[in-house]
Structure formats: C-alpha cells, structure tokens
C-alpha cells in the first residue's frame, strides 16, 4: 500500500467516525435550534397567511423579506454562529473530554485528522444550514398557491433557490476553516470568533478596500436578491461594486483552503495539555 492510499484510507476512517461525531454532538443541540428558527418563522408566516385568505403583499415584497431574513440571520448569526459551534470544538472538545490523545498518539498524520475534522464539519453544517435555507424559502410564499410553485419552478425563484443554497454552503466552508484554525490556536475560540463577528457587521461602513477583507462581502455579492441598507444607518453605508460569481466563488474556496492548510500545518507542532482545561 502506497502513502497515498494509507492516508485516503486513514481520512475516510477518521472522516466517517468524525462525521458521528459532529452531527450528533450532545454539546451541538442549540446549532439545530439556529437552523431550525427560519423555517419555523417562515412556516408560521405560511399558516398565518393561509388562515387570514387575503394577500397584503405580493410574491415580490416575499422574495424580498427572504432576501433580508438569509443576509441578516443566516449569514450574519445562524451560519456564523453555528459555525462557531460546530468548528471551533472539533479540536477544544476534544481537550475538554480528555480524548484528543487518543488521535495524536496513533499512526496517523495531523494534516490528515485536520482535513477529515474539516470535512466532518463542513458537511454537518451544510446539511443543517444550506437544507435550512432552501425549505425555509420554499415555503416563505407558500400561501400564494401554484402562483407561487410556478414562480419557484418555471420561473426566476428556482435560480434564486439554487444560489440561497449555495451562498449557505461557502459561508460553512469559509467560516468552518476560520473557526477551526482558531480553535487550534487559542484556548477560548469565542474571542477571535467576537472580533471577527464585529468586523464582518461592520462590512457596510467600510472602505471599499477593507470591505474586500472579509467573508461577508463576497457572500453578498453571490446573493440573487439585493438588500439595501435603510433608515437611519444608510448614510454611513458605503457603496461598493458586487464581485463577479467567477471571482467570488474561487476566491472564497481559496481563502478557506489557505487558512486550512495553515492549520493543518500548525498542528504539526501542536501539543496535548489538559492543564488549566
């Protein structure tokens, strides 16, 4: 058997029992909670408007109030924070249970565990988030009837669907490799993850330069429907133009590989110590 082979055979392991793992985490249950908000939310505003049998707003004014529950909730708390979650302890819940040892003391090279942790994770928070976004929009104009099936299947709301889930998927993938490689180099990972909170919020004030500094601006910029910032914050807001889907999305995966791969590379050096845990 070739290295190759033993470390894809030693990922896939590793991968699978990770997988258990992080999806079915007793520590994790409050991340099923900020994925499971919208689509109760939306699910209610459904049955409301089913109960009431008149329409007050148009299939357009729905789109639209999606657009600013995925920009504001989804990307900048319920992905962001369950991404905190559920990366940040792939590593520090490990230290904390007193069984990370376990891995390092076995024939297995950090770079492999660091990837197949990564993966384990991207793959809990996309099925959680990125599933999140498609049902919670599906049924956002749910009340409108076959209007409103047409609309999704046979018209715009089909790419915008796609595009939801997408942006959902890249915000894990480029969150997840922040939140992992903090969660191996600091012991309290909330305080980077509260820094980089506020700088991504702050994204709509800043420069055109320093917005391009974050994760945020390349998600927006891959949103189907445009949110606008309104009322007393719009004058501070500071215009910038979208970045091209062909840019956006390469880039992103870019970033999310570097950081990744600064990570696994650190952890070459990493040692175990319970004290103080």
Request: charge should be positive; include cysteine.
């Amino acid at each position: 058997m070739t290295p190759r082979q033993m470390w894809l055979r030693q990922l896939g392991a590793v991968l699978r029992l990770e997988w258990r793992k992080t999806l079915f985490s007793r520590r994790g249950w409050w991340i099923y909670l900020l994925a499971l908000l919208p689509v109760v939310l939306t699910g209610g505003h459904w049955l409301f408007e089913v109960t009431r049998g008149t329409h007050r707003h148009s299939m357009g004014e729905d789109s639209l109030i999606f657009a600013g529950i995925f920009q504001v909730y989804y990307l900048r708390m319920g992905i962001f924070f369950g991404c905190v979650g559920l990366f940040s302890n792939l590593f520090r819940g490990e230290m904390l249970e007193r069984t990370l040892h376990y891995y390092y003391l076995s024939p297995l090279r950090r770079e492999v565990l660091v990837l197949a942790k990564y993966l384990a994770g991207v793959g809990a928070a996309v099925l959680l988030f990125s599933t999140s976004a498609g049902i919670s929009f599906l049924i956002m104009g749910k009340h409108f009837g076959p209007a409103w099936n047409d609309f999704v299947w046979h018209g715009p709301g089909r790419g915008q669907l796609g595009w939801y889930m997408l942006v959902a998927a890249l915000a894990c993938v480029g969150y997840g490799a922040v939140f992992l490689a903090a969660g191996l180099q600091v012991r309290n990972p909330m305080i980077p993850a509260a820094v980089v909170w506020v700088w991504e919020n702050l994204n709509p004030f800043l420069p055109e330069m320093l917005k391009k500094i974050s994760v945020i601006f390349y998600l927006k910029s891959l949103c189907p429907v445009d949110v606008p910032v309104t009322g007393n914050l719009a004058i501070m807001a500071i215009n910038a133009d979208p970045t091209p889907p062909w840019v956006a999305i390469p880039g992103l995966l870019g970033v999310a590989a570097l950081v990744l791969a600064y990570a696994a590379v650190s952890s070459r050096r990493a040692d175990i110590s319970y004290s103080g845990e």
